[in-house]
């Protein structure tokens, strides 16, 4: 069983920086990729970045693409967004995912394992 924490998210105004780190216990060996997701209220769980964890290939969806970054640390299991040129339109709650296996669509939640509890990211104008 793996555990997914979320942690870095909080208030800012339209075009401030923050960056959300997620930390990965338990049996983590079995990582193919870990993703973003955000879900703001009245919407669906959207994609927002992902990285796979041996060769750190990244993709990010068209709305934060040249703002947000992911990155990892594998030896901290750790996988990190850092929010540039923050809008209001991100304001969501942030989520971690983990997947364990090659394939499946990287933007479908189906295709995730295991989901952290989520992070709050309020953008003001």
């Known amino acids: 069983q793996v555990q997914l924490v979320e942690s870095g998210g909080g208030l800012v105004q339209a075009g401030d920086s923050l960056r959300l780190s997620c930390v990965a216990s338990g049996r983590t060996f079995s990582t193919y990729s870990m993703a973003w997701f955000r879900q703001a209220p009245g919407k669906e769980r959207e994609f927002v970045a992902s990285?796979?964890?041996?060769?750190?290939?990244?993709y990010y969806a068209d709305s934060v693409k040249g703002r947000f970054t992911i990155s990892r640390d594998n030896a901290k299991n750790t996988v990190y967004l850092q929010m540039n040129s923050l809008k209001p339109e991100d304001t969501a709650v942030y989520y971690c995912?983990?997947?364990?296996?090659?394939?499946?669509?990287?933007?479908?939640?189906?295709?995730?394992?295991?989901w952290g509890q989520g992070a709050q990211v309020t953008v003001s104008s």
């Open positions: 990285i796979v964890w041996s060769g750190g290939n990244t």
């Open positions: 995912a983990r997947k364990t296996y090659y394939g499946g669509m990287k933007y479908d939640t189906r295709s995730y394992n295991d």
